[in-house]
């Protein structure tokens, strides 16, 4: 059985983009997986942060794992910072990673542009989510295609620690979903949808209500042919309303394509909005019977001491490969 893992940042609630681009694969992934699913509120700190407003979306991010499906019996979920072993072992690797490759990353670049202040956490970051994934001997790491650079750059210094130390470390394989791993802004569709845009137009909270959802799916750009056609490049608005439809109901697109011949772009939108309202329901009702249980509880409790176990085990022996600490003579 290959072991995966994945991390979310609890920087505001997940969007439709977030659920159908990750966290409905990992549902099917975690029957036949070994699967660490962590909520990484220490790189959120990357940034500033309200306090308080972090810590809801840390459990409110936790109770949306388990109401999109992820079985506690099946999986692991808990949270970086009840976990050490994380931020030792960041520490570690940053020992193993050049100033020249974390100043290569896209995201560092774009995150700081501009910026007359920005934290030695955001610039090391990298080295930080390497540890978390390979902490847990991970084989797979599911992600979308812009943190595809990271990926690359946690093999590259778990190679370099193996080559140099110990072979310690497995080399993680990185794979992007198929179907819905870029669901795009429906305002700006050449642009990512994202829970930190600015537009609220953009994107489909897990939690909106299906009014919310339904005026947005609306008022999503599309373009005035009025035919149903997937085209990333001439109708991008309409391209991403059909891989949201087809990721909601398993249609595919050639038969949505299909299926909406002749019909105008009002009745694509509205039956749009009908299939995300019907698969997030079920997900929103989950979620406000554990957001505030004791049950939300318990899980992350026992998440953040198994996940200690496999973790702390892997980090003596990075500590040992590289001879820190002591040895106690017999």
């Known amino acids: 059985m290959k072991t995966i ?3 979310i940042q609890p920087s505001g609630t997940l969007t439709l983009g977030n659920y159908l681009g990750a966290m409905k694969q990992f549902v099917t992934l975690q029957d036949d ?36 499906g992820i079985d506690p019996h099946k999986s692991t979920l808990f949270i970086q910072s009840e976990v050490s072993a994380h931020t030792q072992l960041g520490w570690i690797l940053q020992s193993q990673s050049y100033i020249g490759e974390l100043e290569r990353m896209t995201q560092f670049k774009e995150k700081s542009d501009g910026k007359a202040a920005v934290s030695a956490a955001l610039f090391t970051y990298p080295s930080l989510m390497a540890a978390d994934i390979l902490l847990y001997q991970t084989d797979i790491v599911p992600v979308g295609e812009d943190q595809t650079q990271h990926l690359e750059l946690t093999r590259d210094v778990a190679q370099r620690f193996n080559n140099r130390y110990n072979d310690i470390f497995t080399i993680p394989e990185i794979k992007i979903p198929k ?5 795009m802004s429906l305002q700006e569709p050449t642009k990512k949808m994202s829970k930190s845009d600015e537009n609220e137009k953009g994107f489909i909270s897990m939690l909106d209500e299906p009014k919310k959802i339904e005026k947005k799916i609306k008022s999503a750009v599309t373009d005035s042919e009025g ?3 997937f085209d990333k490049e001439k109708k991008p608005g309409i391209s991403n309303l059909l891989t949201i439809y087809s990721s909601c109901t398993g249609e595919s697109i050639k038969a949505l394509e299909k299926k909406y ?19 997030l329901e079920p997900i929103q009702q989950r979620y406000h019977q554990l957001i505030d249980s004791d049950e939300l509880d318990l899980i992350l409790d026992q998440g953040a001491e198994k996940a200690s176990f496999t973790a702390n085990k892997m980090l003596q022996k990075a500590k040992k490969a590289m001879g820190l600490g002591r040895v106690r003579k017999k």
């Open 179 to 183: 179907v819905g791993a870029r669901i």
């Open 5 to 7: 893992f994945s991390g």
């Open 227 to 229: 035919i149903v056609a």
């Open 33 to 68: 997986h070994q699967c660490y699913f962590c909520i990484v509120d220490e790189h959120a700190i990357t940034v500033p942060q309200d306090r308080l407003k972090l810590r809801n979306n840390i459990r409110s991010l936790a109770a949306l794992y388990l109401a999109a």
């Open 261 to 279: 011949t002749g019909v105008g772009y009002g009745q694509f939108k509205q039956d749009v909005a009908n299939a995300v309202i019907q698969l």
